[in-house]
């Protein structure tokens, strides 16, 4: 199994805990601290990269005895360098502001205090600069079961966790609002997977969104009611979008069904 993470989940500990859990891991990497992991090239190129190019590095993390070597993929690209820039550009900005007495000082990231004085860090604005376009990776694999381009591509699948989770809270309703109890909060969680398993599968089946699938076949539904000791069945009819997603499913036979 291989966990993916962003950065949030960057830490020493986390990385040991996930290693010694026997699983491997792909974890976005603080981009502070490429100009150790890069040091050779700074110093050699520059912040000189092609597009697309992907360099390697090592990083000692932890202290003492639960510091660990870990391998370090980063990738520099084009389109992220312009995206980079322009929200570099838009901080300087704000900073002049805070600088002119224009903007009240807030947590911007380029002011520099010197006593009641606020002016620009332009050293913090160079550093910036210099790392724009550049994305790290921290992993355990070895290079002998993935590549850095394999690594940085599985990272990119990060967003189908996300997304799921997103459909979870709102299309699946998994906030248990209406539930106090342990037992009921676990089962209500439980359903909540297993309609987010199912929901895939037919994601996968039909091509179809989670959420069109859910506003699409939510409306079908059966009911068995009594009347006069008579049972009536009353099937919906299926017709339009609906007809169209069923007809796309495998047959209901079918191994795994």
């Not at 976005?28 to 110093?43: Q, W």
């Not at 967003?159 to 248990?176: C, G, H, I, N, Y």
């Amino acid at each position: 199994m291989v966990v993916v993470a962003d950065p949030g989940m960057l830490s020493a500990a986390n990385l040991n805990a996930i290693e010694d859990a026997g699983c491997s891991f792909i974890v976005g990497s603080r981009i502070s601290k490429a100009p150790y992991d890069l040091a050779a090239h700074f110093e050699h190129h520059g912040n000189a990269f092609a597009n697309g190019q992907v360099l390697e590095s090592a990083r000692v993390m932890g202290a003492g005895k639960a510091a660990r070597s870990r391998r370090v993929v980063y990738q520099w690209l084009f389109k992220r360098h312009k995206r980079d820039d322009r929200a570099i550009n838009a901080m300087v900005d704000r900073a002049e502001k805070v600088a002119d007495g224009k903007r009240p000082l807030k947590k911007d990231r380029f002011v520099r205090l010197d006593g009641a004085d606020a002016g620009v860090d332009w050293d913090l604005v160079e550093r910036a600069r210099q790392l724009a376009g550049l994305k790290g990776y921290v992993t355990n694999l070895p290079v002998s079961t993935m590549d850095g381009t394999e690594v940085i591509a599985a990272y990119h699948d990060l967003w189908q966790v996300e997304s799921s989770f997103r459909m979870a809270k709102t299309d699946l309703r998994a906030r248990p609002i209406f539930h106090y109890q342990r037992e009921a909060i676990e089962a209500h969680l439980t359903v909540v997977f297993a309609a987010l398993a199912v929901s895939r599968h037919l994601q996968d089946a039909t091509g179809v969104s989670i959420k069109r699938l859910v506003r699409t076949l939510r409306p079908l539904r059966t009911v068995r009611v009594e009347v006069n000791g008579h049972p009536i069945t009353a099937v919906p009819q299926i017709n339009g979008d609906a007809r169209a997603v069923l007809d796309r499913l495998p047959p209901i036979t079918a191994p795994g069904h």
